[in-house]
């Protein structure tokens, strides 16, 4: 299959792929989404029967306040507007997240410039950043390969009994990818669920679209008003240095097992280099042995006839016929 064709072929199967995703999600979501949309006309109707002092038109501009003041960064969707210290959206810890969250490309989208500026510098920090950033997990990964190797090495030991080849290799990334997960998201999960009042598998949840770097922002910690600023530094510094130490144990695992990959398959070309490297030497010996057989070989000779073998074939002198 020619390069063309071959890329071809990947973007036809990713765009099926996203609409085949767009089609489950949309039959998963599309129920609840109607029933919240239902629930929440039904309360509008109960305040206007309620309160027949305003109009329904009164309450739409009162909708359509809020929601400009929520575009335009006026205050947090889960802020108390009567708190004035919940009022602050770019405190110095949620800036300090917002800039981990750019550098990482999780992108929660909680907080996100809205002049002009800010988008216009955004976009320049993360030129800078986004590099620095996978520089530095490629260097962490680089780094701490030598904690990889005894990891490796005793996952290897766990799988000695099973036959070399596909099975093993499926056995050794099945555990990898459980110790993974119990190390960065199950474990980090209990203590969100702790901190942040989810439940165990909204933890997971969370820990798991962060470490991908999907952050679909649906939860997001540190957002109660009732911390104080000094827990919500340590709370912010601490989700940081979560994100930047769970993607660095992601980028040493994922370079470890590609790297053994690599080797494994550096020897299996070996091996095949030196089997071709036989079969030629065993045919160019061959070659050699027919040359020697080919060459003139004086079979009988006499005054009135030469009988010469050439390469098999028997011919006769030019005296024979003098």
């Known amino acids: 299959m020619k390069l063309w064709q071959k890329s071809l072929v990947l973007i036809l199967a990713l765009f099926l792929y996203l609409f085949l995703g767009a089609l489950v999600f949309r039959f998963l979501e599309v129920g609840a989404n109607e029933a919240a949309q239902r629930v929440?006309?039904?309360?509008?109707?109960?305040?206007?029967?309620?309160?027949?002092?305003?109009?329904?038109?009164?309450?739409?501009?009162?909708?359509?306040?809020?929601?400009?003041?929520?575009?335009?960064?006026?205050?947090?969707?889960d802020s108390d507007p009567t708190n004035d210290q919940d009022l602050v959206v770019w405190d110095m810890p949620s800036a300090v997240f917002?800039?981990?969250?750019?550098?990482?490309?999780?992108g929660y989208g909680n907080l996100a410039p809205k002049t002009p500026l800010?988008?216009?510098?955004?976009?320049?920090y993360a030129l800078v950043g986004i590099p620095l950033t996978y520089w530095l997990l490629s260097a962490v990964g680089d780094t701490f390969q030598g904690c990889w190797?005894?990891?490796?090495?005793?996952?290897?030991?766990?799988?000695?009994?099973?036959?070399?080849?596909?099975?093993?290799?499926?056995v050794e990334v099945?555990?990898?990818?459980?110790?993974?997960?119990?190390?960065?998201?199950?474990?980090?999960?209990?203590?969100?669920s702790y901190l942040e009042n989810w439940d165990f598998f909204q933890?997971?949840?969370?820990?798991?679209?962060?470490?991908?770097?999907?952050?679909?922002?649906?939860?997001?910690?540190?957002?109660?008003?009732?911390?104080?600023?000094?827990?919500?530094?340590?709370?912010k510094l601490g989700t940081a240095a979560y994100l930047i130490i769970g993607l660095s144990i992601l980028s040493v695992a994922i370079k470890g097992f590609l790297d053994s990959q690599q080797t494994k398959l550096n020897k299996w070309k070996a091996r095949i280099a030196a089997k071709r490297l036989v079969q030629l030497h065993d045919q160019q010996q061959q070659q050699s042995q027919q040359q020697l057989a080919g060459e003139h070989t004086l079979q009988d000779y006499d005054d009135k006839n030469k009988v010469v073998k050439i390469n098999g074939c028997v011919t006769e002198s030019e005296e024979f016929y003098k």
């Open 203 to 235: 933890s997971q949840y969370f820990c798991f679209i962060s470490l991908s770097t999907i952050g679909f922002g649906d939860f997001v910690p540190a957002q109660s008003p009732e911390l104080t600023p000094l827990s919500r530094w340590l709370y």
């Open 174 to 192: 099945i555990i990898i990818c459980i110790c993974l997960y119990v190390l960065i998201v199950a474990l980090p999960g209990i203590v969100f």
């Open 98 to 106: 917002f800039t981990t969250t750019v550098v990482t490309t999780i």
């Open 40 to 77: 929440f006309l039904d309360e509008v109707e109960a305040f206007l029967d309620n309160h027949t002092c305003v109009s329904e038109e009164d309450l739409r501009e009162l909708f359509r306040a809020v929601e400009t003041a929520l575009l335009s960064g006026a205050f947090k969707l």
């Open 118 to 124: 800010g988008r216009v510098v955004c976009m320049f």
């Open 149 to 170: 190797r005894p990891c490796h090495g005793l996952i290897k030991r766990c799988t000695k009994h099973l036959k070399p080849g596909s099975t093993r290799t499926a």
